[in-house]
């Protein structure tokens, strides 16, 4: 091994790539490598290939992740990403589709200003993503009336 990198996280991560899509024995075979998932030839038998493609982790808390989940692990299809970048990446993420735009839920309610529950239990409500996501939330939805007792006895 001349490249002195197999102590290196980036070393590591292209083993696990590796595994998870040719090692049937690896825990997660079945959502890669068993569907169809592969690594390119180039990355898969050269590791200094695959780190001149990559480049160094940008810092923790920074793991592989394919950008199209259905494609294979090949230049152009894998960056460094938070666990954040992940999950809106993953295929279980429902998109919205606003003024053009389409993003996760949770990255919609961000720019909006809105929590993503507030989202989710609007459109499960039956709202439209428009309204999802411009209707303003109402700060309090009636005016509280506050009456001393003599107030309350007056009004019997």
Same mark, same amino acid.
């Given at each position: 091994?001349?490249?002195?990198m197999?102590?290196?996280? !980036?070393?590591?991560?292209?083993?696990?790539m590796?595994?998870?899509?040719?090692?049937?024995?690896?825990h997660? /075979? =079945? =959502?890669?490598g068993?569907?169809?998932?592969?690594?390119c030839?180039?990355?898969r038998?050269? /590791?200094?290939? /695959?780190f001149?493609?990559?480049g $160094?982790? $940008?810092?923790p808390?920074?793991?592989l992740?394919?950008?199209?989940?259905?494609?294979?692990y090949?230049?152009g299809?894998?960056?460094? @990403?938070?666990?954040q970048?992940?999950?809106?990446?993953?295929? @279980?993420?429902r998109? &919205?589709?606003?003024?053009? &735009?389409?993003?996760?839920?949770?990255?919609?309610?961000?720019r909006?200003?809105?929590?993503r !529950?507030a989202?989710?239990? =609007?459109?499960r409500?039956?709202?439209?993503v428009?309204d999802?996501?411009?209707? $303003?939330?109402?700060q309090?939805? =009636? $005016?509280?009336v506050l009456?001393?007792r003599?107030?309350?006895?007056?009004?019997e």
């Amino acid at each position: 091994m001349k490249h002195g990198m197999w102590k290196s996280v !980036e070393y590591q991560a292209w083993g696990s790539m590796i595994a998870r899509c040719e090692r049937r024995s690896y825990h997660l /075979f =079945r =959502r890669y490598g068993g569907r169809g998932i592969s690594v390119c030839p180039q990355w898969r038998h050269d /590791f200094m290939a /695959f780190f001149r493609d990559i480049g $160094p982790r $940008p810092g923790p808390g920074y793991s592989l992740d394919r950008i199209d989940n259905d494609g294979n692990y090949e230049p152009g299809n894998v960056r460094w @990403a938070t666990i954040q970048q992940q999950v809106e990446n993953s295929s @279980a993420v429902r998109l &919205l589709t606003h003024a053009g &735009l389409s993003l996760s839920v949770s990255e919609w309610a961000r720019r909006v200003g809105f929590s993503r !529950e507030a989202v989710n239990a =609007r459109l499960r409500a039956g709202w439209s993503v428009e309204d999802a996501l411009t209707r $303003p939330i109402d700060q309090l939805r =009636r $005016p509280v009336v506050l009456r001393t007792r003599a107030q309350e006895r007056e009004s019997e």
